[in-house]
Structure formats: C-alpha cells, structure tokens
C-alpha cells in the first residue's frame, strides 16, 4: 500500500472513530444491561406468577384471554395478542385507548396462558431496563434518535474496517499482538486498544452492522405494510371495520391449518397497524431459537373466518428479523449471553482506550506524550498523528 493510500485510511480511522466514539461508548455501556435484561427484571421486580397445571394441559381459548385482559382494563381496546417468548405460561395483550391510536402508547397485560386469568399489568416506563433501551436504541428521540445512532454505527463500522487496514503494515516489523510493557504507559494503551480491536474485529462488525439495520426498523416495516400489506389487502380496503368479527380463537386455527409447521408469534386486530380494517394477521413463527425470530403472515377475514393470504416476508423484513438475534446475543442461552457481556466489555476497552489516546494527544507540553507521539508515528496510528 502506498504512503498516500495509508494516510488516507488513516484519516478515514481518525476521524470516523473521534465522531462516534463517545456515542459507541454509550451504547456499550447501556448495552451490557440489556444483554440481561429479564435476569434483572426479575430479581428487581416482583410479577404475578401464572399458575402450575399439569404437563400437557392445554391453553385457555383465546377470546378468553383477550377478555380477561379488557375486562382488568376498562376502556380499552386490544390491539396484539402475543404469545411471551419467555414465558410460556403467560400471554400478554396490548391495549389502547382506540383501535387506531399510537402503539407506542399501549398499555400491555398478563394473562394466564392456561386458565386465562388476570395476572398483572405492570408499568414498564420506569425501570431500569427500560431506560437503558431507550437509551440503547433512539436516546429518547423516537425515529430520528435512530437514524442518528444509525449513523454513527455505520461510522463505527468504517472506523474498524480502516483501522484494520492500519494496523496491518505497522505490524510488518513486530510480532502480531505485541505488548510493549517497558515502552511509556500511552504506548502500552496503544498496544492494548490494537490488540483488542483486532481480536474483536468481527464480532464488532457483525455487532455494528445489525444495529445499524436495528435502526431502520420503524422504515422497514413501513415499507412492508405500505408495500405487501397493502397489496395482499388490496381488495378490501373499502371495507369498513366487522361488527360481529369472527372468534380470534378461530382465526388462529385457520392460521395453524394454513401454515403447518410454524407456531404463532402474535395476533394483529382489525384496525391496527399491521392488519387491515376487516381482517386478523397472525403472524407464524419457526420453531427453533433463530427460525422463531422469522415471521409469516396469514390474513384471516374477520368477517367469514378464511384464510385470504399469506405470505413470506420480503428480504429486507427478513434481513431485520435475522439482524436482532445476532445483535442482542439472545438465542442461545445464558452461555451466548455471558460471552456477548465479555465482548461486549472488551469493546468498551478498545473505545475507552481510543478515547484517552486522543487526549493525550491534545497535551503536547507533556514530554512523555511527545515520547510517546513520536512512538506511536512509528507505527501510523491515526489517533495519535
């Protein structure tokens, strides 16, 4: 590679790491949190058990649960009946003030799965971990909070492909992942963040990348529901919202018949935002810890009870579904989980140490960052030239 190729590369590593890494930081830190987030939800949080019945026993009729969940919040409407991925003893359903208002602003109620009971509804704005997730994913700022840490993800992306291409001739005349221990303390960080970076270097990028498309996701579900929603619903938008609509129980048989193989995930309700006003879209799921995150809608008219479509997702909606897991390090366990914390804490070393090596560099009257700019040119870092 020529000098000018380098020097290139290394302003496109400079300054792509000074924009994001603060904001990185912030979303290591909040991130380490939400790897556990039900382990701290429940030792926090008390909820309301469901009850213990018999291996086999089979699940309350559906209209019951969502009856149940109405009848404990007068005045609302429900909008999603869900099946809890963790919890397979309970149902949750969210409920709003009007079939069309905001969903963002539901209000979401337990359900025994198998006696169809009230169990609790709890107010989730204040917890911990849902400060921590606001935070992580939008800082409080909706849909352009997103879009901006959308941003600076893809900036960290090219911070750690540029910072490769760095590293790499520095390293033509030393041993690869050297650790110069007697050299000045700001040359040892600079080992130590080179080291990490490039140990964890696939890991951030496949980290990087899906949230960056974890940001995009309130775009990419308005593209399907304004682009296959809309078209599998096409014929019936003239319709008017059934008085007398059709037993959800039986909605999600037919959904069952239609789609063998796959379990459902969630009901949506005529009216709401990912249905149509006259039908019911169950959406199926697969039945292992990734293909459970791949949805399958199937429409069910909610006047007649029959199936009127369904189809696979389009690529980009299965592109985000496959993007979360691999994100949030949530499909295999508390073993993945405790490795996910690990990479994910050394990643705040690799920022930290990014962060403290461009702070020295801003004290030039200090004779040991000079040693230490002068040791650290020798090696073309970025950070420090």
Not at 29 to 56: K, M, N, R, S
Not at 257 to 275: E, H, N, R
Not at 294 to 323: C, H, Q
Request: hydrophobic letters at 50%; glycine letters at 6%.
């Amino acid at each position: 590679m020529t000098t000018s190729a380098l020097r290139k590369w290394s302003w496109a590593h400079k300054w792509s790491s000074i924009i994001c890494t603060l904001f990185m930081l912030m979303l290591c830190i909040t991130g380490l949190p939400l790897i556990f987030h039900d382990e701290i939800d429940e030792l926090l949080h008390d909820q309301v058990a469901a009850a213990v019945v018999p291996e086999g026993t089979p699940p309350a009729n559906l209209d019951r649960v969502v009856a149940s969940a109405v009848a404990a919040m007068p005045g609302q409407v429900p909008h999603f009946l869900i099946w809890d991925r963790d919890d397979p003893n309970a149902m949750l359903v969210s409920v709003g003030k009007t079939i069309d208002a905001n969903p963002a602003d539901n209000r979401i109620v337990r359900v025994d799965a198998h006696t169809g009971s009230y169990l609790d509804a709890p107010d989730v704005t204040g917890r911990f971990t849902y400060i921590m997730l606001k935070l992580h994913s939008d800082m409080f700022a909706d849909l352009p909070g997103k879009l901006f840490l959308g941003l600076m993800g893809i900036l960290f992306c090219v911070a750690i492909i540029s910072g490769v291409v760095v590293y790499a001739p520095s390293m033509r005349k030393q041993k690869f992942g050297v650790y110069r221990a007697e050299r000045p303390r700001v040359v040892r960080w600079l080992d130590l963040h080179n080291l990490a970076g490039i140990l964890l270097v696939m890991w951030t990028l496949v980290v990087g990348f899906t949230g960056v498309i974890n940001t995009w996701a309130d775009l990419v579900l308005k593209m399907w529901r304004s682009g296959q929603l809309a078209e599998m619903t096409a014929q019936y938008r003239d319709r008017t919202l059934p008085a007398h609509p059709t037993p959800v129980q039986e909605a999600a048989e037919v959904a069952a018949k239609a789609v063998p193989g796959m379990l459902p995930s969630f009901i949506a309700f005529p009216g709401t935002i990912f249905s149509s006003k006259s039908h019911y879209t169950v959406f199926m799921r697969g039945d292992t810890p990734v293909t459970s995150r791949l949805l399958k809608p199937a429409l069910i008219d909610a006047e007649t009870g029959k199936l009127t479509d369904s189809r696979n997702m389009p690529w980009y909606v299965t592109t985000l579904f496959v993007s979360q897991p691999l994100h949030f390090g949530d499909y295999g366990g508390m073993p993945l989980k405790i490795i996910w914390a690990l990479l994910d804490m050394m990643t705040i070393i690799v920022l930290g140490t990014g962060v403290y090596l461009w702070l020295r560099r801003r004290k030039p009257g200090e004779s040991a960052a000079r040693e230490a700019v002068g040791a650290a040119a020798a090696v073309n870092h970025p950070l420090l030239s």
